[in-house]
């Protein structure tokens, strides 16, 4: 039988919902903060308990399906074989403890290594970014248009500073030029929110250094549902199972930053 990827994101959106209320109603609660590999990396109560809702709804649900969640309570996923979720119950976590805003839960759901099902809960704005492979993306039940093409020179690009100390592969003086001629340069704090905004045309495009699946499963649907482009910042193909750089942005501008700029010192 055809899986119904349409129930599967109806699904997928209510949960998402669901959380989103509960995730509201902490703001009223104490909250309970812990940091992870380092000072900076911070895990909540709430990314637990919303990571382990999200899995025992999917596990109830669809029993054979693989999960890969960010707080480690889903499988061990090897490989993207079969059908797999990729969610993050909290992206931006820095941002929901400090700022109460500019965070999302993000739901992807792949099949034999093909996004099908994509969402993106900017919790606090109510804004569902949504997208089932082929049937376009929507913000709430607003049909996204297809991005169209941009200069740089009139460009929105989302950069996270950390660039100028953490990145270890490539020289941050490359970025001069782009940031130099670009119409601004914005930080969100979610890479989720960053992507979803890259597929809402909010955002010409996006550049970062190193995210995990979570990150950016659900982003890069809806990106190259409305004709964006997502790749690693060498313009390859994304490890679904490993820490990428990460370059989105509307399919011409993507095209020309990645010759001039990024590939371009590399000659
Ligand atoms: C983080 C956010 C942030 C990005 C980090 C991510 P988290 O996710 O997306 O914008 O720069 O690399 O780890 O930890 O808040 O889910
Ligand atoms: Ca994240
Ligand atoms: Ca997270």
């Given at each position: 039988m055809a899986t119904d990827w349409n129930r599967i994101s109806h699904h997928a959106m209510d949960w998402a919902y669901e959380a989103g209320t509960v995730i509201r109603e902490s703001f009223k609660k104490q909250l309970t903060i812990e940091t992870k590999?380092?000072?900076?990396d911070l895990v909540t109560n709430m990314d637990r308990e919303v990571e382990s809702f999200l899995i025992d709804k999917i596990r109830k649900h669809y029993p054979e399906h693989q999960i890969l969640g960010e707080e480690g309570s889903g499988d061990d996923v090897q490989?993207?074989?079969g059908t797999v979720w990729i969610i993050d119950p909290i992206d931006g976590t820095m941002n929901f403890v400090?700022?109460?805003?500019?965070f999302a839960i993000s739901i992807a759901v792949y099949h034999e290594g093909e996004g099908k099902v994509g969402l993106i809960y900017n919790v606090v704005n109510d804004e569902m970014f949504h997208a089932i492979k082929g049937n376009g993306a929507y913000m709430n039940e607003h049909p996204l248009p297809k991005l169209e093409k941009v200069e740089l020179e009139k460009s929105i690009i989302a950069i996270n500073a950390t660039w100028i100390t953490s990145?270890?592969?490539?020289?941050?003086?490359?970025l001069i030029p782009i940031v130099d001629q670009c119409r601004g340069t914005r930080s969100y704090g979610s890479a989720a929110i960053e992507l979803a905004f890259v597929a809402a045309g909010r955002l010409d495009a996006y550049i970062t250094m190193r995210l995990s699946p979570w990150d950016f499963a659900a982003g890069k649907i809806l990106i190259e549902e409305v004709g964006g482009t997502i790749t690693n910042l060498d313009g390859e193909e994304l490890d679904m199972l490993g820490k990428n750089s990460i370059f989105a942005g509307k399919q011409n501008l993507h095209q020309y930053i990645l010759d001039e700029h990024l590939l371009n010192d590399k000659k």
């Open positions: 590999s380092n000072a900076d490989s993207m074989e400090h700022q109460q805003t500019n990145n270890k592969r490539m020289d941050p003086s490359i």
